[in-house]
Nanobody, 118 residues
Framework: DVQLQASGGGLVQPGGSLRLSCAAS????????IGWFRQVPGKERERISC????????SYGESVKGRVTISRDNGKNTVLLQMNSLKPEDTAVYYC???????????WGQGTQVTVSS
């Protein structure tokens, strides 16, 4: 079975950092692009960042650019999302997704809650 498990969320103060992890299994991870998204109740899902499969090209949403870094470890079937300088507006449930190419995500995992508050 395909599984994507996001973890690493929690409560952090403004200006703090978190590192989210997306652990994948059940498919050929090397061949898949991975994306990170977030969603706040009542709002549309927002793409945060994504990383392609082999050439590992990356992109970031405007709201997080300069504060977030995505990376992948194909040996561990894991994608990391390092988030720095967190703001209260970063509070959301964060999800990872996988697809055969950037923008075509067919597999979604359960999210991890990130709360930025003092």
């Amino acid at each position: 079975d395909v599984q994507l498990q996001a973890s690493g969320g929690g409560l952090v103060q403004p200006g703090g950092s978190l590192r989210l992890s997306c652990a994948a299994s059940g498919f050929n991870f090397d061949d898949y692009a991975i994306g990170w998204f977030r969603q706040v109740p009542g709002k549309e899902r927002e793409r945060i960042s994504c990383i392609s499969s082999y050439d590992r090209s990356v992109s970031y949403g405007e709201s997080v650019k300069g504060r977030v870094t995505i990376s992948r470890d194909n040996g561990k079937n894991t994608v990391l999302l390092q988030m720095n300088s967190l703001k209260p507006e970063d509070t959301a449930v964060y999800y990872c997704a996988a697809g055969p190419r950037l923008g075509a995500y067919g597999y979604w995992g359960q999210g991890t809650q990130v709360t930025v508050s003092s």
